[in-house]
């Protein structure tokens, strides 16, 4: 008698762990969204030429933009970005007036030509789930632990390129 109760413990304790464990998987997965897989193997150096194309692109539609890249794949280019108009407040405070900001996917071809765009606001509904969806985890691993890919750091060089493109340099 001692045995089967062991056994039916042991199997009662068996059945709430595989449960639990299931509800944490199903919850992970289903809930909190299923993170993008990549298009290949992650890459993390920017090429001046693709520098050029994702500021290029995402200029199309605002006067300046600046970018870090996050990383690329065989079909993606992963940015954090800013757009819009930058103003000098103080001695060194840059803040953005208007234009989107926050990470994008974008998407090129063989040449390294962009093709469209998925750009998150940070004030989005669900913004957390979207990001999942578009980036890859190891990017939002890495992401979350460089600070100088915060966005931040990309207001002066914003700032800067406006200026420059102001003064015809």
Request: hydrophobic share 40%; proline share 4%; net charge negative.
């Amino acid at each position: 008698m001692k045995i089967m109760n062991q056994i039916i413990i042991g199997a009662f304790v068996f059945s709430l762990v595989a449960g639990l464990w299931l509800i944490f998987e199903l919850k992970t997965k289903y809930l909190n969204g299923v993170s993008a897989v990549s298009a290949g193997e992650l890459k993390f150096e920017e090429t001046p030429e693709l520098s050029e194309n994702i500021n290029a692109f995402l200029e199309g539609q605002y006067p300046t933009c600046e970018h870090v890249l996050l990383a690329t794949d065989d079909r993606y280019a992963y940015v954090d970005h800013v757009c819009g108009v930058f103003e000098k407040e103080g001695e060194k405070n840059i803040v953005q007036k208007q234009g989107p900001r926050g990470p994008a996917r974008l998407e090129f071809n063989a040449q390294k030509q962009i093709l469209a765009a998925v750009t998150l606001q940070e004030d989005q509904d669900q913004f957390i789930d979207q990001y999942r969806k578009l980036f890859p985890d190891a990017i939002q691993v890495i992401n979350s632990k460089k600070t100088d890919r915060r966005f931040e750091n990309l207001l002066p060089r914003a700032y800067a390129r406006q200026q420059n493109r102001q003064n015809g340099t």
